[in-house]
């Protein structure tokens, strides 16, 4: 929902005129947002001040913009990123396509999944994890750079496990998607997380002369979902 400014009037210096605009700017805002509310718009939606998500309308640049976007529910995100996950797995078995788990806080949701994400709060962590041990495998591993200044030295990609989906699943692939789609009232990331498996895989611990061969937890590939600050004063 967009806000323009109208009838501004004559203000007599360039200082007042930034000022009148502003004041405006916000004035219109808030009286535009509460007659939408009235018509049963979000009544917390997410600001977008000048372009950028949930900076304080109250900063707007004087001849500036202030719009207001409905939160988009996490039920939402998750379900299409869920979808695209399912998507560009590779398939063989089916295993893995058939994997794709939505968690809620640590635990597993099993049933309706639009229903159990429909009361999340800020503070609740939602994920989607694959459980299957080869999981990683299939991600291979973006570019990366180590070190710093001179001695900082740049890793080549790795291809993923599988030929039909040499860029991995999760992170290269559906990730940024997520980001392009929902990224402007939610925060996404990707990690390995350790799950309540038992699997075991050698790992080294440790640097330079104390670096030793350890069996440690194996890791998952996730992408977790997060409710942005609205942008709105309390």
């Known amino acids: 929902m967009g806000v323009t400014v109208q009838h501004i009037g004559a203000p007599t210096t360039l200082k007042g005129l930034g000022e009148w605009v502003k004041a405006n700017t916000i004035e219109v805002a808030e009286r535009a947002l509460r007659e939408e509310v009235g018509r049963g718009f979000d009544n917390k939606p997410v600001v977008i001040t000048d372009g950028v998500p949930r ?3 109250t900063q707007v640049r004087p001849f500036g ?14 379900l299409w990123a869920l979808d695209q996950l399912r998507q560009k797995s590779p398939l063989r078995s089916g295993r893995y396509v058939q994997s794709h788990a939505v968690l809620l806080n640590g635990a597993e949701i099993t049933g309706d999944l639009r229903s159990a994400l429909a009361a999340v709060k800020e503070t609740d ?46 992170e290269r692939v559906v990730l940024p998607l997520l980001v392009r789609r929902y990224g402007r009232s939610m925060f996404f990331d990707f990690k390995y997380v350790k799950l309540n498996t038992g699997l075991k895989v050698k790992g080294y611990q440790g640097g330079g002369a104390s670096r030793k061969r350890i069996m440690r937890d194996h890791v998952y590939p996730s992408l977790n979902f997060f409710i942005k600050p609205t942008g709105l004063a309390n």
Not at 139 to 147: D, K, M, V, Y
């Open 65 to 78: 913009k202030i719009e207001f976007t409905r939160r988009p529910q996490m039920a939402d995100a998750v």
């Open 55 to 57: 900076r304080d309308y």
């Open 125 to 170: 962590r939602v994920q989607i994890v694959n459980p299957q041990p080869y999981a990683k495998k299939i991600e291979g591993r973006r570019a990366r750079s180590r070190g710093r200044g001179a001695n900082r030295v740049k890793t080549s990609a790795v291809e993923g496990l599988s030929r039909q989906a040499p860029r991995g699943v999760y």
